[in-house]
Nanobody
């Protein structure tokens, strides 16, 4: 069992930056592929970024590539999402998720555990 708690969301102006954190409980954190997803009002949950268990491989949605960076610290059981050059269309609730085994996947249904989400609002 893994419990995930996100933090770091907030209100920022376009062009600004935020850093999201996701703290995980459990001793097997390093066994999980970790992902960030987001969901805007009236839209489906979409993939943002993912990172392999070791942190050696990262994957991004085209919409955030070059602006967002995912990283993890297995000694702290924490995964991060550094978001730069934010745009109003990045406004959403951001969720972190854990997937046991295998490789990353963009399909949220394949992730085993989810956090409660943190709101990110980017004003124009």
């Amino acid at each position: 069992q893994v419990q995930l708690v996100e933090s770091g969301g907030g209100l920022v102006q376009a062009g600004g930056s935020l850093r999201l954190s996701c703290a995980a409980s459990g001793r097997t954190f390093s066994s999980y592929v970790m992902g960030w997803f987001r969901q805007a009002p009236g839209k489906e949950r979409e993939f943002v970024a993912a990172i392999s268990w070791s942190g050696g491989a990262t994957y991004y949605a085209d919409s955030v590539k070059g602006r967002f960076t995912i990283s993890r610290d297995n000694t702290k059981n924490t995964v991060y999402l550094q978001m730069n050059s934010l745009k109003p269309e990045d406004t959403a609730v951001y969720y972190c998720a854990a997937k046991l085994g295998g490789s990353y996947n963009k399909n949220p249904r394949l992730y085993d555990y989810w956090g409660q989400g943190t709101q990110v609002t980017v004003s124009s």
